[in-house]
Structure formats: C-alpha cells, structure tokens
C-alpha cells in the first residue's frame, strides 16, 4: 500500500543532490518541479563505466549486433546486398568464394527511462526526487552522444518518446517530465511500459524509476540467458519517502495515512516503531529478490540520500 500521511512536519537537512521540500506538502513538490529547477539541479553520472569501448568516436556502448564498425566480428559469404569493397580476398583465393568480413557494429545506445506517474508517486518528495534523477539520466546520455528516451505510465503507457539523440530532444525530455502529473489510478502497469519498450527496441540500458509497491507478475526475463530478453539491460531505481522505508527509533504519537490509490485509510501507532521497520524491511527484501530472479538489480534511494552518488556506486558494483 502506497500512503499519504497527515502528519504536518518532518525534519531534513541535505545536502547538494538533496531535496528540500517539506515531505508531507505535494504542492511544495509540485512548485520546485518547474523545468527551471530540474535543469540547475541535473547531475552527470557514472552510468557508462562499464560499458565503455575504447574508442574516439561518439558513444560509449559496445554493440551486440553486428554492422559496418571497426572491430572484426566473422567471415561470410558475399550476399546480393554487400558492397565488393567489403571482400576479403584472401579468404576468397583460398575457398574459391567470396567472402566478406563483418564487424561489429558502432552503437549509439539508447537509454531508456521508464517514469512511475501513478498517484502514489506524489506522496511527499517521491515525484521531484525522480524527476531530479530522470532529467540526471538523460542529461548523461546526451552528452554522451547516446540516444534517450522516455516512457510515462501509470495503470497504462500514457507517453512514449522514442530515443534520440542531441540536445533539442534533451529539452523535450524535460519538458515532458516537468509537465507531468500524477494520474488516479488502482494498479500500476508496469508490464504496459515494459511492454512498450520491447516492441519499440532491440536493444537498451533502461532505467525503471517507481517506488515498486505494488504487486507485479513480470511477463518479461531479463536474465542474460538464451531464453531471456538479455538485449536490454534493466535497472530498477526504487524511489521511496524516507519514512515509507522506515520511522526514527524512539518514534511516539499516531499519524493518520490514507491510500493515494483506494482510498483506504488507517491509523497507526508510531511507539510500534520497531515492527513497522521490520515489516518494511521485509517488504523491501522480497522486492529486491523478485526483481533479482528475473535479472533487475534495484537502488532505493530516498531524499535523504545523494543520489548521484549512490547511482554512481551501484552501476560500478553491478557488472
């Protein structure tokens, strides 16, 4: 269950890549996400370490597939389409065929980000903290001369931008994040979006930005096995409110919650402390765990955290 408290007031003193707004006042949120704002506070990220090729032309990732790049992947058979430029004569003098060499292929890589609009992404600071990482993520593959993309949803897809590259589509990215706006809805759809992205590409890093607390049967393996989609390369970035995670030892008092997306409203006794953090704690486990078998890795970052810092680290330890 995802929840909006009516406590008035909670502390939070950050730091740079930190948000400011008071938890508990969504217009607060809402006022800071103006294009303006998300803009001064984008971050250039480590996302890429690993993926790099050694090479001085645009783009960092290397290919699976194969193409006209510079590295030698096979010899083949002369087909109607190739070029006589492309034939290895030596091979061609020996077998008595003409053979061409294939290589793999320069990529200009798309990224992907798949944005949580349903409604309980406006509980406190959860929609500006990930807006503030999407807008991070797609200024690191622009000026990484990758493509970017955008996925919105909510129970359905509710906006697709295909990858591109360069800055105006950079702009068309924020635009589109700043303008969005939490949607009612019962269930989150994350299959749609998942959907979309594997009719739409071949291949991807994708970032899933949600606070994933909703129950999800994945259509989709991700593993990197024969049987899976092992083309896209997904990630889960678990966007929480500090006390969604858990409450400050020595907690005392009641705080009414209501569910952003049934309604459904519950009183709970903050001196239980102890067992809310254990139960959440368990809850974030087999979250964690589901998203594993079918190969995510997931971050939960709340606004407490820097969170260009924790992404920097979790893309350095999970290749």
């Given amino acids: 269950m995802r929840f909006f408290g009516r406590q008035k007031h909670i502390e939070c003193n950050d730091a740079s890549s930190r948000l400011e707004a008071d938890p508990t006042d969504t217009h607060d949120a809402i006022a ?12 250039l990220l480590e996302i890429f370490v690993n993926h790099r090729v050694d ?7 290397e290919s699976i597939f194969k193409g006209s790049g510079i590295e030698f992947w096979a010899l083949r058979e002369l087909a ?19 053979y061409v060499k294939e290589y793999l292929a320069e990529s200009y890589f798309n990224l992907m980000i798949l944005y949580d609009i349903s409604n309980s992404v406006s509980f406190g600071r959860k929609e500006l903290l990930q807006a503030n990482i999407a807008v991070s993520l797609a200024y690191t593959a622009i000026a990484a001369n990758n493509g970017c993309g955008l996925i919105l949803f909510a ?7 295909p990858p ?7 702009f068309q990215i924020v635009t589109a994040i700043a303008a969005a706006r939490p949607k009612p809805c019962r269930h989150t759809g ?7 992205l594997m009719t739409e590409l071949p291949e991807s890093l994708t970032f899933i930005l949600s606070d994933f607390l909703y129950p999800v049967a994945f259509e989709y393996d991700f593993q990197r096995t024969t049987h899976s989609t ?15 995670l858990n409450l400050p030892p020595n907690s005392k008092g009641l705080i009414s919650f209501r569910d952003y997306e049934t309604g459904k409203e519950m009183l709970i006794d903050l001196g239980k402390w102890a067992s809310y953090n254990h139960a959440m704690a368990k809850t974030h486990d087999k979250i964690e765990n589901h998203l594993r078998k079918i190969g995510i890795d997931m971050l939960t970052i709340t606004p407490r955290d820097n969170y260009a ?3 920097n680290e979790f893309m350095k330890h999970r290749h």
């Fill in 309 to 311: 810092l924790r992404i």
């Fill in 32 to 43: 800071m996400k103006t294009e303006k704002k998300l803009l001064s506070k984008k971050e």
């Fill in 155 to 161: 129970d359905d897809v509710d906006m697709y931008i």
């Fill in 190 to 196: 994350l299959n749609f979006a998942l959907r979309k």
């Fill in 80 to 98: 109607p389409f190739d070029s006589f430029k492309d034939i290895d004569w030596k091979a061609t003098a020996k077998t008595g065929k003409y």
């Fill in 164 to 170: 591109r590259m360069g800055w105006p589509h950079f």
């Fill in 55 to 61: 090479s001085p032309f645009p783009g960092d990732w």
């Fill in 230 to 244: 092992g083309k896209h390369d997904v990630k889960a970035l678990q966007v929480l409110e500090d006390f969604e």
